[in-house]
């Protein structure tokens, strides 16, 4: 798991854009106005996820169009994974917990 990508989506201006961005691809401009936020300030933010390469940019003209990649949210699934199987483990055995005594209480 590449600790770059948590780093980048801990801020939460940032996770927003990303919210933003699972529709489609938008400018500067547009998650601007969304977020109301000034755009130089969109632009840091912007550009701190490229790094990460959470996002990637297509220039069209005068516009730079950015939208999500999926590799680092797929590898941040993955990783994600193993802490899925621990608790359902866990909620599995409390099921059984919870019905055992439910059991017990009707006898």
Request: charged share 35%; aromatic share 6%.
């Amino acid at each position: 798991m590449n600790t770059t990508t948590l780093s980048a989506l801990a801020e939460p201006t940032r996770l927003q854009m990303v919210e933003l961005l699972l529709d489609g691809p938008l400018t500067v401009g547009e998650i601007a106005d969304r977020l109301h936020v000034r755009q130089p300030q969109v632009s840091k933010h912007l550009k701190v996820l490229n790094e990460a390469q959470i996002v990637e940019v297509r220039p069209d003209a005068n516009r730079r169009f950015y939208r999500l990649r999926p590799e680092p949210l797929q590898e941040m699934d993955s990783w994600l994974d193993a802490f899925r199987a621990l608790w359902e483990d866990r909620f599995d055995r409390l099921d059984d917990y919870l019905k055992e005594i439910q059991k017990d209480g009707k006898q």
